[in-house]
Protein backbone atom coordinates (compact mmCIF):
# COMPACT_ATOMS: atom_id res chain seq x y z
CA UNK A 1 0.00 0.00 0.00
CA UNK A 2 2.71 2.26 0.75
CA UNK A 3 3.89 1.68 -2.65
CA UNK A 4 1.01 2.55 -4.13
CA UNK A 5 0.43 5.67 -2.55
CA UNK A 6 3.99 6.78 -2.85
CA UNK A 7 3.77 6.43 -6.86
CA UNK A 8 0.65 8.68 -6.75
CA UNK A 9 3.30 11.25 -5.43
CA UNK A 10 5.78 11.03 -8.28
CA UNK A 11 5.28 11.54 -12.01
CA UNK A 12 5.96 7.60 -13.28
CA UNK A 13 4.12 5.98 -16.15
CA UNK A 14 2.35 3.44 -13.75
CA UNK A 15 1.80 0.96 -16.50
CA UNK A 16 5.21 0.44 -16.96
CA UNK A 17 5.88 -0.13 -12.98
CA UNK A 18 3.02 -2.22 -12.61
CA UNK A 19 4.57 -4.37 -16.05
CA UNK A 20 7.92 -3.97 -14.19
CA UNK A 21 6.41 -5.34 -11.06
CA UNK A 22 4.21 -8.24 -12.64
CA UNK A 23 7.45 -9.44 -14.35
CA UNK A 24 9.81 -9.18 -11.26
CA UNK A 25 6.65 -11.50 -9.58
CA UNK A 26 6.44 -14.00 -12.22
CA UNK A 27 9.90 -14.78 -12.44
CA UNK A 28 10.64 -15.16 -8.16
CA UNK A 29 7.33 -17.24 -8.83
CA UNK A 30 8.89 -19.11 -11.25
CA UNK A 31 12.10 -19.83 -9.99
CA UNK A 32 10.59 -20.23 -6.52
CA UNK A 33 8.25 -23.28 -7.68
CA UNK A 34 10.84 -24.63 -10.01
CA UNK A 35 13.55 -24.85 -6.93
CA UNK A 36 10.63 -26.22 -4.37
CA UNK A 37 9.71 -29.28 -6.70
CA UNK A 38 13.43 -29.88 -6.87
CA UNK A 39 13.69 -29.18 -2.98
CA UNK A 40 10.58 -31.41 -2.76
CA UNK A 41 12.00 -34.27 -4.22
CA UNK A 42 15.57 -34.62 -2.64
CA UNK A 43 14.40 -33.63 1.06
CA UNK A 44 10.90 -34.53 0.81
CA UNK A 45 9.46 -36.14 4.19
CA UNK A 46 12.53 -34.75 6.33
CA UNK A 47 11.27 -30.89 5.47
CA UNK A 48 8.26 -31.92 6.30
CA UNK A 49 8.69 -33.45 9.85
CA UNK A 50 11.14 -30.78 10.46
CA UNK A 51 8.68 -28.02 9.48
CA UNK A 52 5.76 -29.73 11.65
CA UNK A 53 8.12 -29.41 14.48
CA UNK A 54 8.64 -25.75 13.64
CA UNK A 55 5.71 -25.06 13.53
CA UNK A 56 4.43 -26.80 16.89
CA UNK A 57 7.55 -24.49 18.55
CA UNK A 58 6.15 -21.43 17.34
CA UNK A 59 2.55 -22.89 18.71
CA UNK A 60 4.14 -23.15 22.05
CA UNK A 61 6.23 -20.50 22.40
CA UNK A 62 2.58 -18.36 21.11
CA UNK A 63 0.62 -20.13 23.63
CA UNK A 64 2.97 -19.76 26.98
CA UNK A 65 3.19 -15.68 25.80
CA UNK A 66 -0.67 -15.74 25.60
CA UNK A 67 -0.77 -17.41 29.04
CA UNK A 68 1.54 -15.51 31.02
CA UNK A 69 0.20 -11.91 29.91
CA UNK A 70 3.37 -10.91 28.88
CA UNK A 71 3.12 -7.92 26.29
Known amino acids: MAVGVGLAFIDVN ?3 VAAAI ?3 TFGMVTAGVMLGRVLGAVV ?4 EIV ?3 LLIE ?3 AILAEH ?3 AP
Open 22 to 24: GCA
Open 14 to 16: IAW
Open 58 to 60: IGI
Open 44 to 47: GRRA
Open 67 to 69: LSG
Open 51 to 53: GGA
